[in-house]
């Protein structure tokens, strides 16, 4: 039988990586909980990080004080990761406790302040408060932040103002980073606002809030690709990687694709056009896009193929994410030969006992009992 969608949609989404930590997370010291939960963060497996987190959240809570950063930072790591793992009602117990952290320590304008209430906003959505999301939702886009060319403070739904009002290069680029902070909120924000409205069954608000986060998002990569000098750190990528996220709940997909395309082009040398192409094709397999999805994973075969060459993990790991697409769509003898040469290049370079290797065969082993079972 074919493996499940939700699995099968996890291996496409993400690109192939190794397994996690084992043992007895009780017995692990403070640095071995915090490099294992980052560990995971960086390969975005917040879920898989969740039974570590939990564990660094209650020795934090001896460690520090909870107006102490660290403690803030702490509690966001172990929210983020029970949300991915679906468990809202302890999310939403850990947003609450933030938004009161990030008052004390921030203030109630500041950009933390305003991150934390659009999370918890998220988190009140998924448990169904609506009324209570939506104010939350109002209050984020209210909330004044100052813009450091001017010294003036600007609601979060105005900021662009602002920015558009400065047009010396220059002085933009001294300004790009707290203006992404920005935007990335109020994105985040109108995007919980709109799948409230949808929930409540108010289409015409909903299509409207979709509208204006699309147009906020493509704007937003405009300005930052030419305002940051170049530089496009890690922060940067992981930040618009989630900025994205609009366009897998906007439900006219093919206005937020053809934006969304346009923008992949303006990333094209960069670090932002793999995690964007992979969130492409995810969005395509959750909306049977096939097609694309598949137009998707080749482009990225190839771009692996070029920069790194056919004898690399890079290579390998592209020709797996292949191989689980083939496996969604029932092509198990096209799945097999691609996890064969995956495996291949892997047994070269890493040799048989290798995470990697061990993750392939068993990919592979699996490839072939779906055949099994389906020519039974």
Same mark, same amino acid.
């Given at each position: ?12 989404a ?11 997370i ?9 490099? %294992?939960?980052?560990?995971? @963060?960086?390969?975005r ?35 983020? %990761? ?16 933030l938004?009161?952290?990030?008052a ?9 302040y305003?991150?934390?209430?659009? @999370? ?12 209570q ?20 403070y ?14 010396d ?14 935007? +990335?909120?109020l994105?985040?924000?109108l ?18 809030t ?10 937003t ?61 995810? +969005? ?14 080749t482009?990225?075969?190839?771009? *692996?193929?070029?920069? @790194?060459?056919t004898?690399?993990?890079a290579?390998?790991?592209a020709?797996?994410?292949?191989? *689980?697409f083939?496996?969604? +769509?029932?092509d198990?003898?096209e ?9 291949? +290049? ?20 699996n ?10």
């Amino acid at each position: 039988m074919l493996l499940s969608l939700s699995l099968l949609c996890a291996c496409v989404a993400l690109p192939f990586c190794l397994r996690g930590q084992e043992g007895n997370i009780s017995d692990l010291s403070w640095e071995e909980l915090t490099e %294992a939960v980052d560990n995971y @963060h960086t390969k975005r497996m917040y879920a898989a990080s969740l039974p570590y987190a939990l564990e660094m959240m209650n020795l934090a809570k001896e460690r520090y004080h909870r107006k102490e950063s660290v403690y803030g930072l702490v509690l966001t790591k172990t929210a983020r %990761a029970s949300a991915a793992a679906g468990d809202w009602s302890l999310t939403q117990k850990i947003r609450q406790e933030l938004v009161d952290v990030a008052a004390t320590i921030y203030g109630k304008q500041s950009l933390t302040y305003a991150s934390t209430l659009s @999370h918890l906003a998220d988190a009140e959505m998924q448990l169904g408060n609506y009324e209570q999301t939506e104010k939350l939702c109002w209050e984020v886009k209210n909330i004044k932040i100052k813009n450091p060319l001017n010294q003036r403070y600007y609601s979060i739904q105005d900021f662009n103002r602002s920015i558009d009002a400065i047009k010396d290069r220059d002085r933009q680029r001294n300004a790009y980073r707290i203006y992404l902070d920005v935007k +990335i909120i109020l994105v985040r924000s109108l995007i919980t606002l709109a799948s409230t409205y949808k929930a409540i069954g108010a289409q015409q608000a909903y299509d409207l809030t979709n509208e204006v986060a699309l147009r906020e998002t493509s704007k937003t990569v405009q300005y930052v690709l030419n305002s940051s000098g170049g530089v496009i750190s890690d922060k940067i990528v992981t930040d618009m990687y989630s900025l994205f996220s609009v366009f897998e709940d906007f439900e006219n997909y093919k206005k937020g694709e053809q934006l969304y395309l346009a923008t992949m082009d303006l990333t094209r040398g960069t670090d932002l056009y793999l995690p964007l192409a992979y969130n492409l094709a995810s +969005i395509y397999v959750r909306i049977g896009e096939y097609t694309g999805a598949k137009l998707i994973y080749t482009k990225l075969l190839q771009n *692996a193929e070029q920069i @790194h060459g056919t004898e690399s993990l890079a290579f390998s790991d592209a020709l797996a994410d292949l191989a *689980a697409f083939y496996m969604l +769509i029932e092509d198990s003898s096209e799945a097999a030969k691609l996890y064969l040469k995956a495996k291949g +290049i892997v047994q070269r370079l890493e040799g048989r006992d290798s995470d990697r290797y061990q993750k392939l065969n068993k990919e592979l082993k699996n490839v072939y009992k779906v055949t099994q079972q389906r020519d039974e």
